[in-house]
């Protein structure tokens, strides 16, 4: 892949080339490309005379990553390209790789295709033939991020931000890219929609990772699953109520019409991560929340679980803020992410009630 060749143009000024208007279209055609499946691309790339083509392609690569990394669509191109451009990286796999190089993306890629206990080791290797697509478009994946995380952590230039071919870009980036939006929830007692900012830092955290392509751990999703859908229909619900363990199914606090609507609005909330499936995404929603394949809700961590996950990603998206920080004689008032929720209706309700 391109990050494997950078030192061919280490040499070539990146803030003069990202500016050149011939970049400029290219870049363009690129995202048009990973987003919307218009081959214009390589037909520019190949009509250029100039700088060898095989040098482009690495520079117009890597231009185009320096703006997405400065953008919020980052998530989503880093997806859509490892799923356009695996098949190289596959073809050049090996059928068994050693455990320690798996681990190397497996852990970071939180794909649940990718869990060792689910694959086949022998003398300290990993058989990754049946995934192996799964393997190259992660692998892909995990390499962009990290290279993201690096852009992002130098800002662009004033000259160059402010840019009015760049501006252009990132302008034209949102004009192809279109996230789902999630308007709010309706719960019972309250009357209005419930805005995304009422919501604790954690889940809004999960669901903007999972919008712009994102793909969380395994146990983030369900605490995400089950937070939402318990704030839907019964923001009340604790795991442990007068000492045990509240063993209830969502039959319980919601009909099944209900249920089926919050079952196909989860669905398409999911549709952009990584591993989607629609089946087996409403299979594990309907497992985590208790319906049909189960008969009790897995219910959403207490707070203290997502500061100490033992590894579960949770940890990754706990940042409080100043709710989340709220005493009350010497010990935090919220306690779970529900309590963050139910204290901002609480302080709504008491304003509509003065006023």
Known sequence: MFWEELDKIKDLDFFEEITDNLNIKLIKYLLMYIFEEDNSYYELLN??????????????????????????YYNIYIKKYAEKNYKDTMDKLPNKIPVWKFIDTASLSRNNDLHLERMDLDNGFVNIYRVKKTYAIELIRVRLKEMVERIR????????????????IINFIGSIVKFEGVEGIKISGFKGDIPKEWHPPCIRGILDDIL???????????????????????????????????????????????????????????????????????????????????????????CKNWKEDGGKGLSYYCKP???????????????????????????????QEKS
């Not at 060898?52 to 990394?69: G, R």
């Not at 000259?159 to 501006?167: D, G, T």
């Not at 935090?332 to 529900?338: A, R, V």
Request: proline residues 4%; neutral net charge; contains cysteine.
């Open 212 to 302: 712009s392509g994102g793909s969380p751990s395994h146990y983030a999703r369900r605490s995400f699953v089950v937070y939402w859908f318990c704030a839907k229909f019964n923001p009340n619900l604790r795991p442990i109520e007068n000492g045990e363990l509240v063993n209830i199914g969502a039959l319980d606090i919601a009909k099944d019409d209900e249920i089926e609507d919050f079952l196909n609005e989860i669905v398409a909330i999911f549709n952009t991560v990584g591993d989607f499936d629609a089946d087996k995404t409403k299979y594990y929603i309907s497992h985590n929340i208790g319906y049909k394949v189960a008969n009790h809700i897995t219910h959403c961590e207490y």
């Open 321 to 351: 803020d100043d709710i989340c920080r709220m005493r009350k004689d010497g010990k935090p008032k919220i306690i779970h992410p529900l309590d963050y929720l139910c204290y901002n209706i609480n302080k709504h309700q008491k304003k």
């Open 47 to 72: 009509a250029h005379v100039g700088m060898d083509k095989e040098l482009k392609n690495i520079l117009i690569n890597y231009l185009t990553l320096i703006i997405i990394a400065n953008t919020k």
């Open 153 to 168: 952590l130098h800002e662009l230039p004033k000259e160059v931000k402010n840019n009015e071919k760049i501006k252009d």
